[in-house]
């Protein structure tokens, strides 16, 4: 069997191993909002809808479009579809980071590629939207490395403004990890990567017209990063011990990535190989500020997959430049193995977790998720009894509906958005959604001179959810808004019913006016 032969199947193997346990991803409950919103957002996409001007996100329009494209193709929007799609950007990052390693050789590429998926399992199967954009920037850097083909330098920019439209935030990271690779180019190899980079964002530029640049500022820039993340941010030191010292250790392993890259430039300013290592480091130091905002167990590895992904590959090195008799596949192994080591010793729960998804995948074992069917479309909830109240709550506004009307979900106390129920919406497509709050944010929803209260006044049914009330952070996320909503609430509207921790209620016959 030739090298790239062995290659491509060691690469399946490890992709294999790690099926099951991910497989068992799609049995998860969902997040109410953030899961709820990957379903909700594309389907009004394909609808004529626009993010930014018909409602809010504080993302790019990347993941949006790339689902939209899937379910348009697969008969509509479908919660196991969505997962699909989030495993594939797992699998595609685990791919482009082997990629990237088995250029030194191929056990170091396995080895790297087993401790990211390692680090991938307890996030699920989500498609979130910093996983694909992670894996557009990785694949930028691999493609990068041919900088002697126009082409590749073309493509390489391209999937760099790639990630940028998945998430913008992710600008100071692609431009550093790029920095390295783009010096090595020669000038018309720059100019290509730079019209491919250019292509990319596009979009924003077409969004800005048609939502107003307004819009793209408030959603993208103004109100995620000024406005709600002091209601968002988690304080470091919040957190639990093993966190912590997973997010340190995160940043450590960013630091010796770095290092790793600077010993291998050094020694051959002009290998591309040497540059990628560098050009890894950069990349995984600048997911730092996705950890260090919300220091919770996603976030952490959000960031954390990548930079101890990459550290088997730097250990590696480092050992390599001072021991280089060592054979290459026990370095590789001993490498790899300090990597898994270091994760047992600083944050033990976490390997705990990972292992308990490999067992359950390969027993087979079924988790107590129930779904909730309706109009034929489901979604995955914890346990039996909320699912039996949300479908009570369901039923009622199906036997209630007239053509036309309008539904709002939000939480109980309207002056705190915190969070809210956006999936309700995706298990009612007949009605149209009321406001342009599907999900909430502090800080935005109910900032000063919102249209919160208005969006309410047009709705003829409201879902309200008590649980939601109790919302507790060390944060910026316990202040109040404007209690406009709720005069709104108890003026124009009149409960209903109560379904465990959730309230219907249906505007007034006294007020109904035409929309």
């Known amino acids: 069997m030739d090298t790239s032969r062995r290659k491509v199947l060691i690469a399946l193997l490890v992709i294999v191993a790690f099926l099951l346990p991910f497989w068992h991803g799609f049995e998860?409950?969902?997040?109410?909002?953030?899961?709820?919103?990957?379903?909700?957002?594309?389907?009004?996409?394909?609808?004529?809808?626009?993010?930014?001007?018909?409602?809010?996100?504080?993302?790019?329009?990347?993941?949006?479009?790339?689902?939209?494209a899937v379910y348009a193709s697969f008969g509509g929007p479908d919660i196991f579809v969505e997962r699909n799609v989030g495993l594939i950007y797992q699998i595609l990052a685990m791919i482009a980071i082997f990629a990237i390693a088995q250029r030194w050789n191929t056990a170091i590429g396995a080895g790297c590629m087993a401790v990211a998926g390692f680090l991938m399992l307890p996030l699920g199967l989500a498609a979130y939207t910093w996983i694909g954009g992670v894996t557009c920037a990785l694949w930028s850097i691999f493609v990068s490395t041919k900088s002697e083909s126009t082409r590749c330098c073309f493509l390489g920019g391209l999937l760099a403004s790639c990630a940028l439209l998945f998430r913008p935030d992710l600008g100071p990271a692609i431009i550093a990890s790029a920095l390295p690779l783009f010096f090595l180019m020669q000038s018309g190899r720059r100019r290509s990567y730079l019209g491919g980079?250019?292509?990319?964002v596009l979009p924003f530029a077409w969004l800005a017209i048609v939502a107003g640049p307004g819009e793209i500022l408030n959603n993208l820039f103004l109100f995620p990063v000024l406005y709600s993340s002091p209601a968002r941010h988690l304080p470091i030191f919040s957190a639990d011990t093993n966190l912590i010292l997973l997010f340190f250790g995160h940043i450590l392993a960013a630091i010796v990535n770095v290092i790793g890259g600077i010993i291998a430039?050094?020694?051959n300013r002009r290998d591309p190989a040497a540059r990628i290592i560098l050009a890894l480091g950069l990349l995984g130091l600048g997911f730092t500020h996705q950890a260090a905002q919300r220091i919770d167990l996603w976030h952490v590895l959000f960031a954390a997959f990548v930079s101890f992904g990459v550290l088997p590959l730097s250990i590696f090195v480092i050992q390599s430049r001072f021991r280089p008799r060592q054979p290459q596949i026990s370095g590789a192994i001993l490498a790899t193995a300090v990597v898994l080591v270091l994760l047992e010793s600083i944050a033990p729960e976490l390997p705990a977790k990972a292992r308990a998804e490999i067992i359950a995948g390969i027993r087979r074992e079924s988790r107590e998720t129930v779904f909730l069917a309706q109009h034929r479309r489901s979604f995955p909830f914890l346990s039996m009894p909320e699912a039996q109240m949300v479908g009570k709550i369901l039923d009622r506004l199906d036997e209630g509906f007239s053509p036309g009307q309008r539904l709002f979900v939000g939480p109980a106390d309207l002056r705190r958005t915190n969070y809210n129920d956006t999936f309700i919406y995706y298990l009612l497509p007949q009605f149209q959604p009321a406001t342009y709050f599907l999900e909430m944010n502090p800080g935005s929803a109910n900032r000063p001179n919102s249209r919160l209260a208005e969006d309410i006044a047009s709705a003829d049914w409201l879902v309200l959810n008590h649980d939601l009330d109790i919302w507790n952070e060390p944060n910026a996320s316990s202040n109040f808004g404007s209690?406009?909503?709720?005069?709104?609430?108890?003026?124009?509207?009149?409960?209903?019913?109560?379904?465990?921790?959730r309230d219907l209620y249906r505007r007034r016959p006294a007020t109904v006016t035409k929309l």
């Open 28 to 68: 998860r409950p969902a997040s109410t909002m953030d899961e709820g919103a990957l379903l909700v957002y594309p389907e009004l996409m394909l609808k004529g809808k626009l993010p930014y001007r018909d409602f809010e996100t504080f993302y790019g329009p990347g993941n949006l479009a790339v689902l939209s």
């Open 197 to 200: 980079a250019f292509l990319g």
């Open 265 to 267: 430039v050094r020694v």
């Open 483 to 501: 209690d406009a909503p709720m005069r709104v609430v108890r003026d124009q509207f009149e409960l209903c019913g109560r379904f465990g921790s």
